[in-house]
């Protein structure tokens, strides 16, 4: 007989910020997660409790121009692949050659 998966329920909780930092700290020095400190104080475990979710990434400022000349690059594709999805020819067989010209660059 197969072991039957209990669902799992999630409360969220308040905090006011002292005590929030307070369990953070203490969840820091143990290397644990907040909500496997919050277990831990419940006396409470949860085999194959789902990863808390992770941080948002923070990321380096970008130069605004490279940002524009990207943009354009990404504008400057779509309107090449219009063109070939259009099944005009003539215009295909420009792009074609086109694309041979930078290739051979490579």
Do not use: C, H, W
């Not at 006396?43 to 941080?55: L, W």
């Not at 692949?81 to 930078?102: C, R």
């Amino acid at each position: 007989m197969s072991e039957q998966k209990t669902k799992l329920k999630q409360v969220k909780v308040y905090f006011s910020e002292s005590d929030f930092l307070k369990l953070k700290e203490e969840a820091t020095q143990k290397n644990i997660s907040m909500a496997e400190l919050v277990r831990q104080k419940m006396q409470t475990k949860i085999p194959n409790a789902p990863a808390p979710k992770k941080s948002k990434k923070s990321y380096r400022a970008t130069d605004p121009k490279l940002l524009f000349e990207l943009n354009k690059i990404g504008n400057n594709l779509n309107q090449i692949a219009k063109k070939l999805n259009s099944n005009n020819e003539l215009e295909s067989k420009a792009i074609f050659e086109i694309y041979e010209k930078v290739m051979s660059l490579v």
